[in-house]
T-cell receptor
Framework: NAGVTQTPKFQVLKTGQSMTLQCAQDMNHEYMSWYRQDPGMGLRLIHYSVGAGITDQGEVPNGYNVSRSTTEDFPLRLLSAAPSQTSVYFC???????????????FGEGSRLTVL | AQSVTQLGSHVSVSEGALVLLRCNYSSSVPPYLFWYVQYPNQGLQLLLKYTTGATLVKGINGFEAEFKKSETSFHLTKPSAHMSDAAEYFCAVRGSSASKIIFGSGTRLSIRP
């Protein structure tokens, strides 16, 4: 069971370049999200999605776009990379609904992005 | 809206000593509360969670946390630290009627031999 898979694990970009961080999950989770992790800042929510075709902004959405065309995939796009976007990015998912499902996130291993 | 404050960006304890990592939250609705651990160069994994019911929750590796509504706190404790506990710990909150989960800034735990 793969869980949450992120690619690439490492990426170096020049300022102004664009790229997409891929995230896929095989747990049939409705909720998916992207966080960035910076020293001393913890994890900050960029965008999230509660299901296919539905996305919303988190705490730090500027400079990032997302879409959710399938339940499995939730790519994060940087249209014009800036040095301030140098960070480690984590994709995370969880199921919806009640019962024992109360919000535990399952994380990918992270993608380390450097913007020069 | 929800928010989380973790007091102390770095905590250092001796092996065998009590571990106490502090977390205070703000939530406009009844919260779900979580502690996650991150080992170097890895993703985050769940230590424990509070949803409803018993306010003292036990997690993996001997950790536990107590939900105190009056103090809006969810501090993480472990009676006796082990070298393998060295990691970064994150407290997180989700409103029970909300979708997104908000994390604190993290506390790095170091263990002295």
């Amino acid at each position: 069971n793969a869980g949450v898979t992120q690619t690439p694990k490492f990426q170096v970009l020049k300022t102004g370049q664009s790229m997409t961080l891929q995230c896929a999950q095989d747990m049939n989770h409705e909720y998916m999200s992207w966080y960035r992790q910076d020293p001393g800042m913890g994890l900050r929510l960029i965008h999230y999605s509660v299901g296919a075709g539905i996305t919303d902004q988190g705490e730090v959405p500027n400079g990032y776009n997302v879409s959710r065309s399938t339940t499995e995939d939730f790519p994060l796009r940087l249209l014009s990379a800036a040095p301030s976007q140098t960070s480690v990015y984590f994709c995370a998912s969880r199921g919806q609904g009640g019962g024992s499902n109360t919000g535990e996130l399952f994380f990918g291993e992270g993608s380390r992005l450097t913007v020069l | 809206a929800q928010s989380v404050t973790q007091l102390g960006s770095h905590v250092s304890v001796s092996e065998g000593a009590l571990v106490l990592l502090r977390c205070n939250y703000s939530s406009s609705v009844p919260p779900y509360l979580f502690w996650y651990v991150q080992y170097p160069n890895q993703g985050l994994q769940l230590l424990l969670k509070y949803t409803t019911g018993a306010t003292l929750v036990k997690g993996i590796n001997g950790f536990e946390a107590e939900f105190k509504k009056s103090e809006t706190s969810f501090h993480l404790t472990k009676p006796s630290a082990h070298m393998s506990d060295a990691a970064e710990y994150f407290c997180a909150v989700r409103g029970s009627s909300a979708s997104k989960i908000i994390f604190g800034s993290g506390t790095r735990l170091s263990i002295r031999p």
